[in-house]
């Protein structure tokens, strides 16, 4: 069950290499089977976090030859601060955090996590140390209980109880003709997007590592879904270092920092203020956001 819960975190990126069903269990375990791209260096220490900030320096990548994804990309994340991510799509931003989690190496320069190269340290523990909220939540064939316990799987009842509670998820567990015992995925209740993005932040809260990534879901969820997500992340990123992948600004505004990429390059970084202010790709997006949402948002 450890094995099968240490990738779980990363599958939300590595799903969209499958086509067809997320939930596919098979699918699921010939992928966990495949031979990493990147592997740790032989004998790496484990990761002693010393603190945990995250900073990109000059870093360049490309998947294939003669088509480079990101350019020089450089930012920081201190300890406790929350960066946002924001940019066109195909822009580059999840491929950062397939970084991050060194799914692969950058070409050119350095990812540092507690001021480590990220490449110096044994993978596992690099891992453990990121809880991620992924866009696509795969729930298993189990109950919301023991979906919530791969989080960290030896956690006790009242942990995981404690952590769904967190998660804004007990509206729903009253709901349900089983509380949390009732069974949940491909052939037990469907959950829908939002709520199964909440199961993941359960997780996440259960799993308590100090950096935390959050993607966006991009399919729109309703107001009160995306309201309760925003509400728990809110209260799981104060103790965190947190990195968002965002597609709606309701999600970026009380960023520490918002990194603007495109087509692979930082072409602005600064709090949601200075951003508008500068009049850039930042203000345009916002504007555009604003003309064709029907959030009520307020900066
Ligand atoms: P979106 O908002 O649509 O999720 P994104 O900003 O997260 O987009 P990425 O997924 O990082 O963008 O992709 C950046 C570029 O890298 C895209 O052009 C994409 O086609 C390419 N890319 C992504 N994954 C791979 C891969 N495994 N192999 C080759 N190219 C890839």
């Not at 260096?41 to 990101?70: C, H, M, W």
């Not at 406790?80 to 924001?86: S, T």
């Not at 998820?169 to 959950?191: D, F, I, N, S, W």
Request: glycine fraction near 6%; proline fraction near 3%.
């Amino acid at each position: 069950m450890i094995q099968l819960f240490m990738p779980l975190g990363f599958l939300g990126f590595v799903y969209r290499e499958i086509k067809g069903s997320m939930a596919n269990i098979e699918k699921m375990f010939e992928l966990l089977a495949q031979q990493p791209k990147v592997l740790s260096p032989p004998g790496a220490p484990a990761l002693q976090l010393r603190n945990s900030k995250v900073e990109f320096r000059n870093v360049s990548f490309s998947y294939q030859a003669q088509r480079t994804i990101l350019h020089n990309v450089s930012f920081s994340i201190e300890p406790g601060q929350k960066l946002a991510v924001v940019g066109a799509s195909g822009a580059g931003k999840s491929t950062l955090v397939k970084l991050l989690f060194r799914f692969y190496d950058c070409d050119s320069g350095q990812i540092l996590v507690g001021s480590e190269d990220i490449r110096d340290v044994d993978q596992a523990s690099l891992r453990k140390q990121i809880g991620i909220v992924p866009q696509d939540t795969v729930l298993f064939n189990d109950s919301l209980l023991e979906n919530v316990r791969y989080g960290r799987v030896d956690a006790s009842d009242e942990e995981v109880t404690e952590a769904i509670r967190l998660a804004h998820l007990e509206a729903l567990v009253a709901q349900l003709p089983e509380g949390h015992h009732t069974m949940v995925g491909e052939r037990g209740l469907k959950l829908s997007g939002g709520e199964k993005q909440r199961v993941s932040i359960a997780r996440t809260i259960l799993k308590a590592a100090p950096i935390l990534v959050f993607d966006e879901a991009t399919s729109s969820l309703d107001s009160k879904s995306e309201q309760a997500i925003l509400q728990a992340l809110r209260e799981i990123a104060r103790e965190h270092t947190s990195l968002v992948i965002a597609h709606r600004l309701s999600t970026v505004i009380d960023a520490d920092k918002i990194l603007v990429l495109h087509q692979g390059r930082v072409v602005e970084q600064g709090s949601h203020d200075e951003l508008l202010s500068q009049q850039g790709h930042y203000a345009t997006l916002w504007q555009v956001q604003q003309q064709h949402s029907n959030e009520s948002v307020t900066p």
